[in-house]
C-alpha cells in the first residue's frame, strides 16, 4: 500500500511538471511573436525623430564652414552694412591716433631729452596707464559726459567724438611712452649735435621727428592697433548705435549674441586684414629705423 501511494504521488508530480513545462513553453513562444511584431513595426514618429536627430547632426557639423563661406561672401560682394562698420571704426580709430599722436610724441620728445625730478615716477605712471582696462577707462568717461556729468551740456555721450575722446585717453600713454623709448635709444651723438649747435627745445624736437621717425611711426600704428581692436571704451561711451556709432568690435559682440555668426565671421576677418596690414606697416618701420 505505501509503495502504491508512493507511486501515485511521484505520477502526481510528474504530471504538473510536464503542464508547467508546457504552460511554459506557450508563453515564452507567445512573448518571441509579441517581440517580432514590435521590433518588425514601423513607427513614423520615431522615424521622423532619428532623421532629425541626423539632420541636427549634420547641420551641427556644416554650421562653422557654412558660416565662412557666407561671411566671404558679404566680403565679396562689398555688403554695405559690412562697409558701413568698417569704415566707421577706421575714421574713429585714424582721428583718435592722429589726435593722440601730436600729443604723445611731442611730450615722449621733451620727456627723454629732459632729466626732471619725477620723471622716473612719471615714466612708471605711462607704463601703469598702457594697461588700463578699457572699460575703466569708459566709466569714468562716462562718468564725465552723461547728463549729470562734467561735461553732460556738451551731449557728446553716444556720439563717435565720445569714442575719439576715449580713445584718445587709451592710446596717448601708448604712443608717448613708446616715443621715449625710441628717442632714449637714438645715437647719443644725434643729442651732443643738438647740443653744440645751440638747438633750441622746438628745433630739438623737430630733429628727433626727422631723424627718428620710423621708431616714432612704429609708436604711432601700435597706437593704432591698440585702438581699432578696443571694445569697452565704444560699447560704454559709443552705444553701439547702428549707423552712427558701431565699430567692428561692438558689431561682432552684438552680431554674435543675435545668431548672425557669419555677419560677424566676416567683421572677424575684416578685423584680421587690419591688424595683418598694421604688422605690415610695423615690420616696415623697424627694418628702416635699424
Not at 183 to 197: E, Q, V
Request: glycine share 6%.
Amino acid at each position: 500500500m505505501r509503495v502504491n501511494k508512493s507511486l501515485k504521488i511521484i505520477f502526481f508530480l510528474y504530471f504538473i511538471s510536464c503542464q508547467v513545462s508546457a504552460e511554459n513553453e506557450v508563453l515564452n513562444s507567445a512573448v518571441s511573436d509579441v517581440d517580432y511584431t514590435f521590433n518588425s513595426a514601423s513607427f513614423p514618429e520615431e522615424d521622423n525623430l532619428i532623421k532629425q536627430d541626423q539632420n541636427y547632426e549634420n547641420k551641427k557639423n556644416n554650421f562653422f564652414i557654412d558660416a565662412i563661406n557666407s561671411s566671404l561672401k558679404l566680403i565679396i560682394n562689398f555688403d554695405a552694412s559690412l562697409l558701413y562698420v568698417v569704415t566707421t571704426s577706421l575714421k574713429i580709430s585714424f582721428i583718435a591716433v592722429l589726435i593722440a599722436s601730436l600729443i604723445g610724441v611731442p611730450l615722449g620728445i621733451i620727456v627723454a631729452l629732459n632729466n626732471f625730478t619725477g620723471k622716473n615716477f612719471l615714466l612708471t605712471c605711462l607704463n601703469t596707464l598702457m594697461a588700463v582696462p578699457t572699460v575703466v577707462i569708459g566709466l569714468v568717461l562716462y562718468g564725465i559726459l552723461n547728463r549729470q556729468g562734467l561735461l553732460g551740456e556738451m551731449a557728446l555721450l553716444y556720439t563717435p567724438v565720445a569714442i575719439i575722446i576715449g580713445q584718445c585717453f587709451l592710446v596717448t600713454p601708448i604712443i608717448w611712452n613708446l616715443s621715449v623709448s625710441a628717442i632714449t635709444g637714438s645715437d647719443i651723438r644725434l643729442k651732443h649735435a643738438c647740443t653744440l649747435l645751440g638747438a633750441s627745445q622746438i628745433q630739438q624736437i623737430f630733429i628727433y621727428l626727422s631723424e627718428t621717425r620710423f621708431a616714432l611711426m612704429t609708436a604711432v600704428a601700435i597706437g593704432f592697433g591698440r585702438a581699432i581692436g578696443e571694445v569697452g571704451i565704444a560699447m560704454i561711451l559709443g552705444g553701439n548705435i547702428e549707423g552712427f556709432t558701431r565699430t567692428m568690435t561692438t558689431a561682432i559682440a552684438l552680431e554674435t549674441n543675435k545668431g548672425t555668426f557669419d555677419f560677424a565671421l566676416a567683421l572677424g576677418f575684416m578685423l584680421l586684414f587690419v591688424a595683418f596690414f598694421v604688422n605690415i606697416i610695423l615690420h616696415y618701420f623697424q627694418s628702416k629705423s635699424k
